[in-house]
């Protein structure tokens, strides 16, 4: 595959002179490929959340962004990832999500792990009825781990491993949140939807973290919670986002609403705020409620939006449930449209990457800027590689 390497100097100069990202950073596979490392692999990236592997020895497959991986929860109740692949012939090890009974035995030569990915039986590999050979040591050939992190119940992930600790990279979202570290609570089977989206994955992440498209994309949030109730977020290198003045908690037809946060400050009594936490991984955080949204690259222009409601207690009303997952749902499907619109706009040749809104645009452009530095950063170190 020949290289694009885009220009990205005007991406990162102030926001009042600077263009977004070049056309090729949503339809070239080349550069889809590069921001694979520079973006996602060499990051704190979200993968999916520990809610779904709720109890012990359940394992979910999953793939991401090519990579075969394996969420599992181990008999001691913690939640790892691992390359899905036996360490013996690259074989898949886990198809659909199921429950582990015993071991994670491959399909092919039965070779079997624990759920904490220890190499426990090689059955006949010195030979028929000899489980074991002098040159396979089992203490080495464990399944691949992937470093992994659990924050707000997202499980992030770094694949490359070199990473700063998840605490350090993560410091910034963490402190204007230390409010809300408290337990979460899945809302369950009703609180979970899927958005399949035509998109480039960045799109997505752009959309989300600005409130400047509220009047004419989301009429029915911005009646009561209007643009000029809104702020810009901004956190260079780390998070974007926007955040509201106005919540206005849902109920139901007893004038019921769901039970909020213990200790908030007064400011979350009408106040909400919504982060774009780089790259890939979009947060809520309400009085009564937060949800967490993983945006998982299936492809150049393909998104898939898996989206988690969580709740302060346990055990909240059914029904409420249900119309705050209609409510989000809601809003979230009016972006469909602008996404998959502006994928099919970077296809117009003289499209310059557009220009920011100084007084509007910050989280736009901090986000693109974020990249364009990440992506200029991984070529200087490939190229210094060479």
């Known amino acids: ?26 339809i070239d596979e080349s550069v889809y490929a590069e921001e694979r490392q520079a973006l996602i692999f060499t990051q704190w990236a979200g993968l999916a959340v520990a809610a779904d592997v709720p109890e012990v020895g359940d394992a979910k497959p999953i793939q991401f962004m090519d990579m075969p991986l394996l969420l599992v929860r181990g008999k001691d109740d913690t939640v790892r990832v691992f390359q899905n ?36 039986s090689t059955p006949h590999v010195g030979g028929p009825g000899q489980n074991t050979h002098a040159s396979i040591d089992r203490d080495t050939l464990g399944l ?16 490359s491993g070199d990473a700063p600790a998840f605490e350090d990279a993560m410091a910034p979202a963490m402190q204007r949140w230390a ?10 089977s009703d609180s979970v939807l899927t958005l399949e989206v035509n998109t480039n994955w960045k799109l997505a992440v752009e959309n989300y973290c600005e409130s400047y498209h509220l009047p004419w994309v989301h009429p029915g949030l911005n009646s009561y919670s209007r643009l000029e109730d809104h702020y810009n977020i901004e956190e260079p ?37 919504y982060l774009s936490i780089y790259p890939n991984v979009l947060l809520g955080a309400h009085r009564d ?74 989280p736009t452009h901090c986000f693109h800027e974020w990249v364009a530095g990440k992506v200029d950063h991984w070529r200087a170190m490939d190229k210094a590689a060479e």
């Open 1 to 26: 595959m020949s290289r694009n390497v885009t220009d990205l100097s005007q991406v990162r100069l102030p926001v009042d002179r600077a263009n977004g990202l070049p056309n090729a950073h949503y």
């Open 85 to 120: 692949i036996c360490r013996h012939r690259g074989m898949i090890l886990v198809e659909e999500a199921r429950k582990i009974e015993g071991a994670i035995r491959c399909p092919y030569h039965s070779w079997c792990y624990g759920t904490d990915g220890r190499l426990v």
């Open 144 to 159: 691949v781990e992937v470093r992994s992190h659990i924050w707000r119940d997202v499980v992030w992930i770094n694949v």
């Open 179 to 188: 409010e809300f570290e408290k337990p979460l609570y899945h809302g369950g």
């Open 237 to 273: 290198g780390a998070f974007s986002g926007q955040g509201t003045m106005v919540y206005r908690q849902i109920t139901n037809e007893n004038d019921q609403s769901f039970p909020d946060f213990d200790g908030l400050s007064e400011k979350w009594d009408t106040a909400a705020e």
């Open 289 to 362: 409620h937060a949800f967490a949204i993983i945006l998982v690259p299936e492809g150049l222009d393909r998104t898939v939006e898996n989206i988690h409601l969580y709740y302060a207690q346990p055990h909240t009303d059914s029904g409420l449930r249900q119309r705050n997952a209609q409510l989000w749902k809601t809003v979230f499907e009016e972006d469909i449209f602008v996404v998959e619109g502006m994928q099919k706009g970077r296809h117009a040749s003289g499209f310059d990457g557009g220009r920011f809104s100084p007084a509007m645009d910050g």
